[in-house]
């Protein structure tokens, strides 16, 4: 048996962040009250037409320029027609002559590696309802019912359920760094299909693709794409491949199984059409440049620019762009010359446990990288302690004060050489059973001289410059 190798790609579908509706001027929120959120033109009243909503469009070309795609000339909009409960009007307004991007490429990073994912195209549409299913009878939801969706489809190009995990991970952080959507899977703002295949190591066309549907967990798409791909394997192996049919399946995380659902039908059954409601209309450069100009930095590009610039490691650069305010934070710490390492291991240490533990965004907090700066540059000088400085820390964010309102002459750390000479010179001189312990070899009572330094200066000597000092007198 030749080796088979696996061919997945994957149609993500995104809502978007709008105040209204894609066509209509209904609510766009999640909402646990069903029904509470619609228009006349959501459940298809006799009369109503669509209204465009520009923002949606623009969000849409700025995803399509953030995944290197080409956009038309011409903003279209088609009819996909099918009849299911949860679309009232029997077809759903999507893309299909011209899709607001194409022919995309981008990076994504699996295990430390930089592999290409091709876009075969991504489109502008309207979300269909929501059916809630109980024992004997299922309930339709219009809250989502012409909600903004992206529906980004990629080539066959992924070939594990790491690399299809790992772009569904990179693109919701796409999404939100470009701020277009909360990409918050537990409200379903992120669904995605699968499309599966096995074929021979050498063979020169795909296997049959089956496609599963409607998997709203990152866990669900990894965990239905292994199952999928054991069970076309092991069917081949067994010498029943023909039972491998282009159909749709469902992921039931309860057995941890696809189950069969329909034959999987093609773009021709649709019957698409050019949407008659919507006048197509002229996307101008000036408009594509203006948008482009409001993509930030993404993740990626600053991670790597974190580690190849500033010198932080994999593990510290990947934690700080994991939310794009962390990342711009720390930005800000480095455009007024704090050292890199230093504001990391701050953010990492303190400031994100202070922030997840009482559930605060990092832009509410009131030290704000200026006074994150004055507390490293007064340890850096040694004006306080390490351990003063997180106690300071603290202070400064409950108090709502300045660094240096903490900071007095009682506190300050002694840093002056020539005064901590002093005070080890007369510590050593009633130490001289010590002394000779040490020399003879117990360098464990190095600790002892430090210890009654620092109780001699109340915990207020440099630790660093203490132990410096005693290192020349008793070595010399």
Request: negative net charge; contains cysteine.
């Amino acid at each position: 048996m030749k080796k088979q190798i696996a061919t997945i790609g994957l149609e993500m579908h995104c809502e978007l962040k709008s105040n209204s509706k894609v066509f209509s001027s209904a609510k766009n929120a999640y909402s646990e009250i069903p029904n509470s959120c619609i228009a006349p033109v959501d459940m298809a009243f006799p009369g109503t037409l669509p209204i465009l909503n520009k923002k949606c469009v623009e969000d849409a070309l700025k995803m399509s320029i953030a995944l290197n795609c080409k956009q038309p000339k011409y903003m279209y909009f088609d009819r996909k027609n099918y009849y299911y409960p949860d679309l009232p009007k029997g077809y759903q307004i999507t893309q299909m002559t011209e899709p607001v991007g194409i022919d995309g490429k981008i990076e994504i990073e699996v295990d430390s590696k930089l592999i290409p994912v091709y876009i075969h195209d991504i489109h502008l549409e309207e979300d269909a309802a929501s059916l809630d299913h109980f024992f004997d009878t299922s309930n339709i939801d219009y809250n989502r019912a012409g909600v903004p969706l992206l529906e980004l489809v990629t080539e066959p190009c992924l070939h594990t359920a790491d690399e299809a995990v790992a772009f569904l991970e990179h693109m919701r952080r796409v999404y939100k760094y470009c701020d277009v959507s909360e990409a918050d899977t537990k409200k379903g703002q992120i669904r995605c299909d699968v499309n599966v295949s096995i074929s021979d190591e050498d063979a020169t066309e795909l296997g049959t693709k089956v496609e599963i549907k409607n998997i709203n967990s990152f866990g669900g798409v990894y965990d239905a794409i292994v199952y999928e791909i054991k069970r076309q394997i092991k069917l081949k192996e067994n010498g029943r491949y023909d039972e491998v049919e282009q159909e749709t399946r469902r992921w039931d995380e309860e057995s941890g199984t696809t189950v069969h659902m329909r034959s999987k039908v093609d773009a021709v059954d649709y019957k698409y059409f050019v949407e008659p409601n919507i006048p197509k209309f002229k996307i101008s450069e000036n408009w594509l440049t203006d948008i482009k100009k409001s993509i930030p930095r993404l993740h990626l590009e600053r991670k790597q620019d974190y580690i190849n610039n500033f010198g932080l490691s994999d593990y510290d650069a990947e934690i700080l762009v994991k939310d794009k305010d962390i990342a711009d934070y720390f930005e800000e710490c480095l455009k007024l010359e704090v050292d890199a390492k230093s504001a990391a291991n701050w953010i990492i240490t303190q400031i994100l446990g202070y922030i997840n533990k009482y559930d605060l965004c990092i832009n509410d907090l009131y030290l704000i990288p200026r006074r994150l700066k004055d507390l490293i540059v007064e340890t850096n000088k040694g004006t306080i302690s390490s351990k003063q400085a997180k106690e300071i820390f603290f202070k400064v964010i409950e108090e709502k004060k300045e660094v240096k309102d903490f900071i007095s002459k009682d506190n300050a750390q002694i840093s002056d050489r020539d005064e901590l000479i002093k005070i080890i010179e007369e510590i050593l001189n009633n130490s001289q059973a010590q002394i000779e312990e040490y020399k003879s070899g117990k360098t464990n009572v190095f600790d002892y001289f430090v210890g009654q330094v620092m109780k001699n200066t109340r915990g207020k000597a440099n630790p660093v410059l203490t132990k410096e000092i005693l290192n020349n007198k008793l070595n010399n």
